[in-house]
């Protein structure tokens, strides 16, 4: 079964400094890699996926994240961090079916000012 | 509004009750997930309907849950006999098929607590 870990379940940065957040996947096929976000007390909102078109993917907001299958990893940046990027962050794998996401644990992001 | 939308945003109920969710998905999408999240389980998958396909219910928890899509559009999830446990936010999805690369559209979210 294809899973992800996020680790690290909370980031605290200051506004202006770099987000990184961490995610690794676990498949035996090449996987279809998704980030999500989730303000508070809202649905989830996609930031970006990869699809094996291109292994650096960029998104909205600012975020781009970049597949390495060596390393196995989907990790999530941000150059400058704005006070409205404050939310909670899931990485999700989809299964080989194509339709179940299986998530990560999420990562709860704050931003310092 | 072309998103999906659920109701009720919030339900309070006791246990032992049973209780309706309802989801409108985005117009013209084939398919449509539903998910849990909770604070002990995290996001995880309970059911999917594609088309007119019979429905995948391999996440749901126990048969106190089941879901139905009516025309192709609508869906409810009702849970019955509630128990404490079933406490969490219940998340209605969509996307444009069923696919790998298709991005599922998230609603906001139906928060149901159980007395």
């Known amino acids: 079964a294809q899973s992800v870990t996020q680790l690290g379940s909370h980031v605290s940065v200051s506004e202006g400094a770099l987000v990184l957040l961490r995610c690794n996947y676990s498949?035996?096929?090449?996987?279809?890699l998704f980030w999500y976000v989730q303000y508070p007390n809202q649905g989830l909102q996609l930031l970006l996926k990869?699809?094996?078109?291109?292994?650096l993917v960029k998104g909205i907001n600012g975020f781009e994240a970049e597949f390495k299958k060596s390393e196995t990893s989907f990790h999530l940046t941000k150059p400058s961090a704005h006070m409205s990027d404050a939310a909670e962050y899931f990485c999700?794998?989809?299964?080989?079916?194509?339709?179940?996401?299986?998530f990560g644990a999420g990562t709860t992001v704050t931003v310092r000012a | 509004g072309a998103g999906v939308s659920q109701s009720p945003s919030n339900k309070v109920t006791e246990k032992g009750k049973d209780v309706e969710l309802r989801c409108d998905p985005i117009?013209?999408?084939?398919?449509l997930y539903w998910y849990r999240q909770s604070l002990g389980q995290g996001l995880e998958f309970l059911i999917y309907?594609?088309?007119?396909?019979?429905?995948?219910k391999s996440g749901l928890p126990s048969d106190r849950f089941s879901a139905e899509r009516t025309g192709g559009s609508v869906s409810t999830l009702t849970i019955q006999r509630t128990q404490q446990e079933d406490s969490a936010v219940y998340l209605c999805?969509?996307?444009?098929?069923?696919?790998?690369?298709?991005?599922?559209?998230f609603g906001p979210g139906t928060r149901l607590l159980v007395l």
């Open positions: 999805a969509s996307s444009l098929r069923i696919n790998h690369q298709e991005t599922q559209y």
């Open positions: 498949s035996s096929v090449p996987p279809y």
């Open positions: 990869y699809t094996s078109a291109a292994t």
């Open positions: 999700a794998v989809s299964d080989q079916g194509g339709y179940k996401l299986s």
């Open positions: 117009s013209g999408h084939t398919a």
């Open positions: 309907f594609q088309g007119n396909s019979a429905p995948d």
